[in-house]
């Protein structure tokens, strides 16, 4: 029933993406040598494929310095908005169920949340509720910059979305889907109803299904499972676009995501049994110092509050005010 998912596998998404995000941001002077030459060395083996932007083909000399754009970077994390089968109070794990109009709302309504926090760059699941909850937000923000997926499912999908100018460019947000942030996979309750299998099986059978870290649903993932794949994944990829100071917004689920705050707020096995995440509820971390500081959820984008959690905010939000005046 489970596919298993070789480390291969996982490794060659992982450098696509890395190629991708950086190739998509032109911004290869704030990417570190080690990183740029790995990039490059994609970008060299991939020789066959036109990979390269006609327009904006990064230079093919790595220079010998590079220049962070930041010390600081915000961090959003948003679980997806209420799907059809959140309102059907069935599990869901890995299986692709769009929003429902609630949920539409709720993406709606985090996007004005997170209206003046910079977004440089958004990772999804490889799931529909994620995306359209990303797509969805993004919708309200005062940038007003177009969130494109980028697509790596074949060489061809990859020369085809290509952009030919750079001004339209920056008018854009690279969009990158990972499999690793999708949701738990569930095994044999996928499709079930929550209440009738706590009735079935009882409710601290499907307590600890649910909430436990290291027990699995039968033929799913567990909490740590679920881990193993989300938390590398950011630390592979999402963590050193922070370092480099890109704005990152996270739109995924409950499970890879409360695996995935466990990590930033060094939560224990014991912890994060009561976390619980609400749908479309964002959450702000500011990643400084290699360390990531957690500043709860922005409340909405006329609260005073949220925009004094950091300078750098403050800063932002004023240059959208001049720039919309
Ligand atoms: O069904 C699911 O995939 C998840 C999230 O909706 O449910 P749970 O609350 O059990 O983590």
């Known amino acids: 029933m489970a596919t298993v998912v070789s480390h291969q596998a996982i490794t060659s998404q992982r450098t696509s993406s890395n190629f991708k995000a950086s190739h998509f941001l032109k911004e290869p002077l704030n990417v570190p040598i080690k990183l740029r030459q790995k990039r490059f060395k994609i970008q060299a083996t991939a020789s066959q494929a036109p990979l390269l932007d006609p327009v904006l083909s990064p230079s093919k000399t790595i220079p010998q310095s590079y220049k962070k754009k930041s010390n600081e970077a915000s961090l959003i994390l948003i679980r997806h908005g209420e799907s059809l089968w959140n309102e059907k109070n069935l599990f869901t794990g890995c299986v692709d169920v769009p929003l429902t109009e609630k949920g ?14 910079p977004v440089d760059l958004i990772f ?63 095994g044999e309750l996928q499709g079930l109803n929550k209440e009738e299998t706590a009735e079935r099986y009882g409710t601290q059978q499907v307590h600890e299904w649910r909430r436990s870290y290291h027990i699995p649903p039968p033929k799913g993932e567990s909490l740590e499972m679920c881990a193993e794949r989300a938390v590398s994944y950011f630390e592979d990829n999402i963590q050193q676009e922070l370092a480099f100071g890109n704005n990152v917004l996270i739109a995924a689920h409950g499970n890879s995501l409360r695996s995935i705050i466990m990590y930033l707020d060094k939560l224990t ?30 409340v909405g984008p006329t609260e005073a509050g949220v925009y004094a959690y950091t300078k750098r905010l403050a800063q932002y939000r004023q240059k959208l005010d001049e720039s919309l005046a």
């Open 269 to 298: 096995s014991q912890e994060v049994t009561s976390l619980e995440l609400s749908t479309g509820l964002p959450l702000l971390y500011i990643f400084k110092d290699r360390k990531f500081m957690r500043r709860g959820s922005p």
């Open 124 to 186: 999804t699941s490889s799931l529909i509720r994620a995306q359209m909850t990303a797509m969805l937000a993004m919708t309200q923000h005062r940038c007003k910059k177009v969130p494109i997926i980028l697509h790596d499912e074949s060489e061809k999908a990859q020369t085809w979305s290509h952009v030919f100018s750079e001004e339209t460019r920056k008018q854009s947000i690279p969009v990158i889907a990972a499999w690793q942030l999708n949701e738990r996979m569930y």
């Open 104 to 117: 539409v709302a709720e993406a709606i309504q985090a996007g004005k949340r997170i209206s003046n926090i």
